[in-house]
């Protein structure tokens, strides 16, 4: 086994591999750029090296300099966690060439999978099942349409070198595929140094369904059975589950050989994913080999009970591998959210700022769940426009797939972020979706239940019940913090008052509040709109997370005290709620409601962004749904188009630009 490591990532992975590591007895080294020079990985690891500055291709992506510190540092091995130079053969080569092992599969296997073109050239010619398509470099948009047209519509645009949903598009029409190729190439270009793509059939009502490897150099490999990746923005994953509700026993058993079959051909060493697109009949075609540790991997060891990372560096240092297919079984499910930083009800674009409050959920058990939370960040981290936006893997094991899906509600409730925007609201609202609970899942679920894009959805009554409640709880611990001021001169709150108001939301709900006797832990009945609970908690004042139970239910609810009121984060949704008096109330009823600007004549930029291009000039008529600009955000090029036949007045934004949440890009006439 390896004496000393370094990992040649950032983030949450670093932060993964470093626990495992530190388990095993082994020494970390990590890398660091100037923008993570406070980073959580930088203060795990036993030694931190800085390798440059804040862009990837100046830090994370100088293969030289990371070898430079891996000798220096005395680093037997380098474990590339994902992404960057994870499925980099030179990389591999380079370390190999230098005595240095790498810490995944051999350069062999990375060329033949990693590629898009070749590994399914590669699938085919070993009788793997593949999706129709066009493996050939395409050179121009006039060459990709005549492609898409001989393969038929929808065809899937692709990067050859890509990954995490960059440099990928879906064409319906030649035009779209025109612009989808454009596009392609760009971000392919802009995040891999490479601006090859190619063009296959897109298989409708597909699921994502992925199956783990572990291959090592003595001949074996194994499965460790599948995840479902289905739940997809972007083609990036969203949420992750294992195993998959719509798999049977002989699918499952037929992909896992398949995958097993693959990785044998290829003589690969270490873990690895090959990823299936499986159509509405259980017939499933090779998507693609991931060289490397995935992201999702936590919901697998969670089933499984096995530490893939620590196969990874097993295997590396020549040992065979300890576990046979028999002895592989999948106990129970795991769900796996991704938290990133973005605005969900701004399209999902990327959020950048400071980490103002960050309290993540307890690991360990949650009633009869377990929750596990893989992050590289803490209060007080920067969450830079350089990299990636994920924040955290937010993660539930319990018996059955509804008690994990409901742990992790919960659990999502408990995770208190500030400081930026994130998609916490959004993902609630996907634990709570029927159609998400009762496992109908495609790659397009959420293009097809969000259309419009993500709104607010509207409280339920149960919801608006459970704000009553908690707020006038808060209400009154509040009055009587108050009431314990030695210079207060009229205390109102030390006789328990019984009548109260709640609006929650807009909406104006009866209250009635009473302490019931005995017991240490405060106990009330409480009463809204006529329908009484029974309430017990031992919050204190102050505290931004409300815990207790509502008639036997545990409930946890996030509380921001706010001018005359509270905003409260119930079931996924942020409310506002006030607590009054009756009287209080009518006059509340009579007050005016504040309407925002009307900004219907300027397009905003959504998030903060490089201008790349501006598509029209002053004066320019434009109809509907052509482009105005395109705004890039941490590697993604994001297309901002009329939503309405339009003129264009005047321009304030020019290429090159950088620009903040709001800044006016353009006005119209």
Not at 218 to 224: K, P, R, S, V, Y
Not at 359 to 379: F, H, Q, S, W, Y
Not at 463 to 491: F, N, Y
Request: aromatic letters at 6%.
């Amino acid at each position: 086994m390896f004496k000393t490591i370094l990992i040649a990532n950032r983030g949450e992975i670093a932060c993964r591999v470093i626990k495992t590591a530190r388990r095993l007895g082994i020494r970390t080294v990590a890398v660091y750029s100037d923008a993570d020079r406070q980073a959580v990985h930088v203060e795990m690891a036993d030694e931190a090296v800085h390798i440059g500055a804040a862009p990837a291709s100046e830090s994370y992506l100088k293969a030289e300099t990371i070898l430079k510190v891996a000798k220096e540092t005395g680093a037997e091995g380098v474990h590339p966690g994902y992404g960057f130079l994870s499925e980099n053969a030179k990389f591999c080569e380079l370390l190999e060439d230098n005595g240095i092992t790498f810490i995944g599969p051999k350069p062999k296997a990375i060329r033949a999978m990693g590629d898009k073109i070749e590994s399914k050239t590669f699938a085919k010619a070993a009788g793997v099942s593949v999706v129709p398509g066009h493996m050939g470099i395409i050179e121009d948009a006039d060459e990709a349409v005549r492609i898409a047209g001989e393969i038929g519509y929808p065809v899937m645009i692709k990067a050859s070198a890509g990954g995490g949903g960059k440099g990928m598009r879906i064409a319906h029409d030649d035009k779209e595929c025109r612009d989808g190729f454009d596009r392609a190439r760009s971000e392919a270009r802009s995040s891999f140094g490479d601006d090859r793509v190619f063009i296959e059939k897109f298989v409708v009502e597909p699921r994502h369904i992925e199956i783990q490897v572990l291959a090592d150099a003595h001949g074996n490999a194994i499965h460790l059975g599948e995840r479902e990746c289905s739940i997809q923005r972007r083609n990036q994953k969203v949420v992750e589950e294992a195993p998959s509700p719509f798999l049977d026993e002989a699918t499952r058993r037929a992909m896992g050989e398949q995958a097993c079959a693959l990785a044998k051909a290829v003589d690969y060493q270490s873990a690895g994913t090959v990823e299936f697109i499986v159509d509405k009949d259980r017939n499933f075609y090779f998507l693609e080999m991931n060289t490397r540790l995935q992201v999702e991997h936590p919901v697998t060891e969670l089933v499984t009970g096995i530490d893939i990372v620590e196969e990874m560096l097993r295997v590396a240092s020549g040992e065979p591998l300890r576990y046979a297919q028999d002895d592989v079984t999948l106990k129970g499910w795991a769900v796996e959210s991704r938290i990133y930083a973005e605005d969900p009800f701004r399209g999902f674009l990327p959020s950048i700022g400071r980490l103002t409050r960050y309290r993540p959920p307890e690991e360990g058990r949650l009633g009869k769940a377990i929750v596990r939370n893989d992050t590289g960040v803490r209060e007080g981290s920067e969450i830079s426009m350089f990299y990636d936006p994920m924040i955290a893997k937010l993660c539930t094991h319990a018996e059955t797939r509804q008690a994990a899906i409901e742990a992790m509600g919960e659990a999502l409730d408990r995770f208190e972020i500030a400081g930026i925007e994130h998609n916490i609201p959004f993902l609630g609202a996907l634990m709570r979706h029927p159609r998400w609970q009762e496992g109908r899942l495609s790659t397009g679920f959420i293009a097809e239940e969000y259309p419009e894009g993500f709104e607010r959805p509207e409280p339920s009554t149960e919801t608006k019940r459970v704000a009553a409640i908690v707020a006038a709880l808060l209400e009154l611990g509040q009055r009587q913090r108050l009431d314990k001021h030695i210079d207060r001169l009229r205390p109102h709150s030390g006789v328990l008052r019984r009548d109260w108001v709640a609006k929650v939301d807009g909406d104006y709900l009866s209250l009635r509040l009473e302490r019931a006797e005995g017991g240490l832990r405060p106990v009330y009945a409480v009463s809204v709109e006529g329908r009484e609970a029974t309430v017990a908690t031992d919050t204190k004042i102050g505290e931004t997370l409300w815990s207790g139970t509502i008639d036997g239910q545990r409930r946890a609810v996030q509380a921001r005290p706010v001018m005359n009121g509270w905003e409260l984060f119930v079931d996924g949704l942020w409310l506002p709620v006030k607590v009054m008096t009756p009287r209080t109330a009518e006059l509340d009823r009579l007050m005016p409601v504040k309407l925002p600007p009307d900004t219907s004549k300027m397009l905003l930029c959504p998030m903060p962004g490089l201008v790349v291009s501006i598509a029209v000039e002053e004066g320019q008529e434009v109809k509907a749904g052509e482009t105005l600009a395109v705004v890039e955000a941490m590697k993604m090029e994001n297309i901002l188009k009329a939503e309405r036949d339009l003129t264009i007045g005047k321009l304030n934004a020019k290429p090159g630009d950088s620009l903040a949440v709001d800044d006016v890009i353009m006005e119209f006439a």
